[in-house]
Structures are given as structure tokens and as C-alpha cells.
């Protein structure tokens, strides 16, 4: 099955039943039981009439739910609604087999016979169906969020090609591309070792990376907290997920955009993220995130961070965040911002003294130093 064979559906648990489904009816029909086959395409093209009525909002347009209408009903609307396929005798021919083969009486289901015909016919059928609805959206809404990322990452586009492909998307796949599209595109590029998330470093992530920053620039304010919040609350809910979408798609300044419940799940993520595990990708994710952050935030996030570097789990996480420090993230900052980093800082070299740990003591000295050379 391609990548886009069901994005048209928006709902992600409505898309991935059909997807299971159909990958089920994929497997019956390669093991032959031809009875299944035929059970499992009429629950699916079902579905997709259905998802269809949903696509082209018909409960607005009718006041009815399409959940709640017989098959019957279904293919009438979908036909009122310009979707050709529903009147072809290929279709009607094999609703009225499917009904007989879940009719409540047994006379009526045992006096049907399925064959390899009636099942490969069922499969022509499921894939006229997809068709006719892809071509449908297009027809209805121009280019699609599937077209533009298919378009992006099979093209070497400018930024300014991509960013014109993407002012051509219709509200409707803006939001679609910002908050399933590109998301499920990158959660499918993931790899993951140990329970934590790794960019595989090809180039479609950086692709996927690109787009979405551009997109977000062209979003309205509404749309941005909308998508941000929908996959920073997975922190809570996929934790493999919510990391892949901070490590790769996440920008400091969302941390402004989004709700304030959510801003907090973000910063406490990056935050626990900065003392245990920082890799290269999520510190060059992180760089401005001084700027976004509230007098409170900057306090604990120099604790994390000189606990990173004094306490870190390896040498090699020590030195990357020490440099990440050195390199770029305290060189941009004056007055307050840098007086809200050096006052823990100071904090941190008291402790020590008092203890006694001179050679800790002299290494926050040293960040010290370097928060000092901001300009």
C-alpha cells in the first residue's frame, strides 16, 4: 500500500482501521479464502463511502450523520455528492452480494457461492473507488497536502518554489499538511533503538523539516497552536512520537504560539531531555530557546544545563552540550537575559566553594565566562 493511499482521511483512528483493513483483506486474498476477501472488501468500501461523505462535510451540509446511514442511503449520497462509481453495475451487483452474506438469516447468507471472481472483482472495485475519491478532493480543492510533499521531496524545489507550492494549498490541506501529513511522514522515517527516537539522517527528513518550518511561516496563528498542541501533547500520550516531533519539527519560538498547558509539556520534555540524553540534533533544535523561555524557565534550564555538563551520563553528551553552549546558544544575549543566566551560575560556584570542590567550582567558572562574552 503507498503512503497515500488513505491520507485523504483525516481522522488518524478512522484511516488506520481502514488501513488495517485493507492490509487484512490483502492477506486473505493471497491465502485465497475468497469468502473473506469478499467480507473484508465490502466492510471497506463501505468505509470509504462513508469517509467520503465525511471529506465533503455532508453532516454540515444535510444535518445528518453519514455513521448512521444504510448502505443503500450511503451510495445515494456519495452519487448526489459527484461520485460516479456508485452507480455502476459492478458496484451495485456486489453491494447486493455483500448484503446477503451478512443478512441476519442463515437461508439467505448459505444461499450465496463466492469464487476467485466475485474476490478480484471485489479488489478492481476498491481500487476504482480510491481513485474516484482522490480524483474527487482534487477536483474539489486543487492541490492536496500528499501533492505538495510528494511534489517537494520528488523535485529539487528553492525554498521559494516550495513556499509557493505551499501558498497554493487551500486552508483545509494547510491544516492537513501541518497536522497529519508531514507529522505521519516523519513518525514513518524514524528509527528507534532503545526507546529513543534517532533521526535516521536521510534526506527526506531535512526535506520534511523544511516544508514544515515554511508552512508554519504561512499559518495563521490559529492553525499554528492548533497543530503544535495537537503533536506536543503526545509527550504525554506516544512519548516516541512527541520526542521525534520536538527533535525534527519543533522551533523554540512555537513555544510562544502554542497553550500554555502545552508550552509547559514542551519545556519540561526539553528541559528533562537537556540533563539526561541531548544529541546534536535536539541541541541545534533548542539553540534560541534562551529568548522564549520566562525568568523562572532560564533559572532551572542553567540548572539542568550545568548539571548536564558536570553530571552528564558520558563524556561525549559533556562535551556536546558544553559546546553547544559555546558555540551559539549564550553568545546572542545582553542585559537582563544574561544577568537571568549568570545569577544560577554564581549560585552553582558558591556551592562549590563551600564545599570545597574546586575543580566543579572552576568548571562553572568557565561557563560563566563564556555567558559573559555575550554581545
Known sequence: MG??????????????????????????????????????????????????????????????????????????????EGLSVTTKPAVKNFIILYRKLIHPNTQVRLSVAVSEKEAVQSSQLIEQVREEILKRQRALIGVTADDA????????????????????????????FLKNVVPRRLYSQHLSTAGVWQVNGSVEIIEL??????????AS??????????HVSLLNTDKEKGTAFIDVLF???DLDA???????????????????????VFLDTITDI?????KEDIDEFVNVCVSCIIYGTTQDTRIEAKAWLSRNSWKKMSGELKSSILTPLQRWIENYEFFNDNSHAEMVREL????????
Open 368 to 375: 560563566k565566562a563564556i555567558a559573559e562574552q555575550g554581545s
Open 209 to 218: 523539516q523544511k516544508m514544515y518550518r515554511l508552512a508554519m511561516e504561512l
Open 3 to 80: 503512503m497515500s493511499r488513505f491520507d485523504y482521511i483525516a481522522d488518524d483512528a478512522h484511516r488506520e482501521a481502514i488501513e488495517r483493513i485493507f492490509s487484512e483483506f490483502n492477506a486473505v486474498f493471497r491465502a485465497k479464502s475468497w469468502l473473506a476477501s469478499i467480507l473484508l472488501a465490502g466492510n471497506l468500501l463501505e468505509a470509504l463511502f462513508v469517509e467520503y461523505l465525511v471529506f465533503i462535510d455532508f453532516q454540515s451540509k444535510y444535518k445528518i450523520d453519514p455513521f448512521k446511514l444504510s448502505i443503500d442511503k450511503i451510495l445515494g449520497a456519495c452519487h448526489k
Open 149 to 176: 510533499i510528494d511534489q517537494i521531496l520528488s523535485n529539487k524545489l528553492s525554498d521559494e518554489e516550495v513556499k509557493a507550492l505551499l501558498e497554493s494549498l487551500k486552508p483545509q490541506e494547510m491544516e492537513r
Open 221 to 230: 496563528d490559529e492553525l499554528k497552536a492548533a497543530a503544535l498542541d495537537e
Open 258 to 280: 502554542m497553550s500554555p498547558p502545552n508550552a509547559k509539556l514542551a519545556k519540561q520534555h526539553i528541559f528533562e531531555r537537556m540533563e539526561k540524553s541531548p544529541n546534536h
Open 251 to 253: 522551533r523554540p519560538e
Open 290 to 294: 534562551w529568548f522564549h523561555l520566562t
